[in-house]
């Protein structure tokens, strides 16, 4: 694994404009930097990131099934009691999902080490899916890349597949999120294109303006009824909101189901560490109120709140100094404590290596890098190459 600086393309943002990307910058900072790049070899994409994320994803499957036969650990989970019914039942009815994303700390060198499951409502797919593989084409064809490079990444085929295998041709898929954040709209309008190129027939509604019928059943803005929804909005706020009283009788079919509540939970860390223990790709964990805490807190670790998203309300404790990422609100859930792996330093940048799942298959691996060691919502993405 090296980063590779190199000029970017001449016109890259107007093949950005003319693909439909529209937050390669947000606020004014540069978002998309392909400056440089990552080179992998092929060895170290299949045996350091492909194989151990096809282990862990079982590994959390059968954590899935576990908690949800379980109030002990629902409750462990913060996942509110009215709702573990709802989340079980989801899992027993075997539910589909379509995507996910491991975060690890890995340099190529050792094991790569799971910071964190994104398991319900990942952003990056559409850079990752599309824009870095034009940004490889394009690199091969002006002779930047060898013929012969390649790239860790069928994240869209394999969601066509996926919408593919879910729906029968010509179901009507529903797409939700914030209608006014640039970044999940354009991410959901990419997946509704996906479903289109799929046989699929996707129709957008922002996720304030759903409905509910006299039946208890989910309507869009025009009475349509959503039969199938997928939501960039997590479940442990859908969990809580007045509408969730609707959820068990609504029938609709969720993507990502609310099973996934758990595993984009923080507080599966720990949950995978005492039943994997000194796994090579698992960082020691605990809850920060159990005994076992007090072993990883004696050296350099990482407070992270169990619903914390894009660095949020994280704090990394190394001796008597300490580093917080934004405030967020997060933490009245509760906190888990996690073994401090640091993220490889490239030219000043902290890098994170993400690892998608879509189905049950590893597909596509994408990196973004910070200025700092929590990486945040405004983290650059880097594209990638296998050389």
Same mark, same amino acid.
């Given at each position: 694994? !090296?980063?590779?600086?190199?000029?970017?393309?001449?016109?890259?943002?107007?093949?950005?404009? %003319?693909?439909?990307?529209?937050?390669?910058?947000?606020? $004014?900072?540069?978002?998309?930097?392909?400056?440089?790049?990552?080179?992998?070899?092929?060895? #170290?994409?299949?045996? $350091?990131?492909?194989?151990?994320?096809?282990?862990?994803?079982?590994?959390?499957?059968?954590?899935?099934?576990?908690?949800?036969?379980?109030?002990?650990?629902?409750?462990?989970?913060?996942?509110?009691?009215?709702?573990?019914?709802?989340?079980? +039942?989801?899992?027993?009815?075997?539910?589909?999902?379509?995507?996910?994303?491991? %975060?690890?700390?890995?340099? /190529?060198?050792?094991?790569?080490?799971?910071? #964190?499951?994104?398991?319900?409502?990942?952003?990056?797919?559409?850079?990752?899916?599309?824009?870095?593989?034009?940004?490889?084409?394009?690199?091969?064809?002006?002779?930047?890349?060898?013929?012969?490079?390649?790239?860790?990444?069928?994240?869209?085929?394999?969601?066509?597949?996926?919408?593919?295998?879910?729906?029968?041709?010509?179901?009507?898929?529903?797409?939700?999120?914030?209608?006014?954040?640039?970044?999940?709209?354009?991410?959901?309008?990419?997946?509704?294109?996906?479903?289109?190129? *799929?046989?699929? %027939?996707?129709?957008?509604? +922002?996720?304030?303006?759903?409905?509910?019928?006299?039946? $208890?059943?989910?309507?869009?803005?025009?009475?349509?009824?959503?039969?199938?929804?997928?939501?960039?909005?997590?479940?442990?706020?859908?969990?809580?909101?007045?509408?969730? +009283?609707?959820?068990?009788?609504?029938?609709?079919?969720?993507?990502?189901?609310?099973?996934?509540?758990?595993?984009?939970?923080?507080?599966?860390?720990?949950?995978?560490?005492?039943?994997?223990?000194?796994?090579?790709?698992?960082?020691?964990?605990?809850?920060?109120?159990?005994?076992?805490?007090?072993?990883?807190?004696?050296?350099?670790?990482?407070?992270?709140?169990?619903?914390?998203?894009?660095?949020?309300?994280?704090?990394?404790?190394?001796? /008597?100094?300490?580093? !917080? /990422?934004?405030? $967020?609100?997060?933490?009245? #859930?509760?906190?888990?404590?996690?073994?401090?792996?640091?993220?490889?330093?490239?030219?000043?940048?902290?890098?994170?290596?993400?690892?998608?799942?879509?189905? %049950? #298959?590893?597909?596509?691996?994408?990196?973004?890098?910070?200025?700092? *060691?929590?990486?945040?919502?405004?983290?650059?993405?880097?594209?990638?190459?296998?050389?």
């Amino acid at each position: 694994m !090296r980063r590779i600086p190199t000029p970017e393309r001449p016109d890259w943002e107007a093949t950005a404009r %003319d693909m439909g990307f529209t937050f390669h910058h947000m606020d $004014g900072a540069r978002y998309w930097e392909e400056r440089a790049y990552y080179s992998f070899t092929l060895d #170290e994409v299949e045996e $350091g990131i492909e194989a151990p994320s096809a282990e862990l994803h079982q590994f959390c499957l059968a954590l899935v099934g576990e908690v949800v036969g379980s109030e002990a650990l629902m409750h462990r989970l913060a996942i509110p009691d009215d709702m573990r019914d709802v989340v079980a +039942a989801s899992w027993r009815a075997t539910a589909p999902s379509l995507y996910g994303r491991f %975060d690890f700390a890995h340099d /190529g060198t050792g094991p790569a080490k799971l910071l #964190e499951y994104n398991a319900d409502t990942p952003t990056s797919i559409y850079e990752t899916a599309l824009f870095q593989w034009q940004w490889l084409e394009d690199r091969i064809a002006d002779g930047t890349l060898p013929a012969g490079a390649d790239q860790y990444n069928r994240l869209h085929d394999a969601l066509k597949e996926r919408f593919a295998a879910l729906f029968t041709p010509g179901s009507l898929v529903h797409f939700a999120s914030d209608a006014d954040h640039v970044e999940d709209r354009q991410t959901v309008r990419y997946l509704e294109d996906v479903a289109r190129q *799929a046989g699929l %027939d996707p129709a957008f509604v +922002a996720v304030d303006r759903i409905g509910v019928d006299g039946d $208890g059943r989910f309507v869009d803005e025009e009475s349509v009824l959503i039969a199938a929804l997928f939501k960039l909005y997590p479940w442990e706020d859908m969990l809580r909101e007045p509408y969730a +009283a609707h959820i068990a009788s609504s029938r609709t079919l969720f993507l990502e189901p609310a099973w996934k509540a758990i595993l984009s939970n923080k507080g599966i860390l720990p949950l995978l560490w005492e039943r994997h223990r000194g796994h090579p790709n698992l960082l020691p964990a605990a809850f920060a109120d159990t005994p076992e805490a007090a072993a990883i807190t004696d050296s350099r670790h990482v407070r992270k709140p169990l619903f914390s998203r894009e660095g949020w309300d994280i704090e990394l404790v190394a001796g /008597g100094d300490s580093l !917080r /990422g934004p405030a $967020g609100g997060y933490g009245a #859930e509760g906190h888990i404590v996690q073994a401090y792996a640091p993220l490889p330093v490239f030219d000043g940048n902290h890098a994170v290596v993400g690892s998608w799942i879509v189905g %049950d #298959e590893p597909v596509a691996l994408s990196v973004r890098e910070d200025d700092g *060691a929590i990486t945040r919502d405004m983290a650059r993405y880097v594209p990638h190459a296998i050389v």
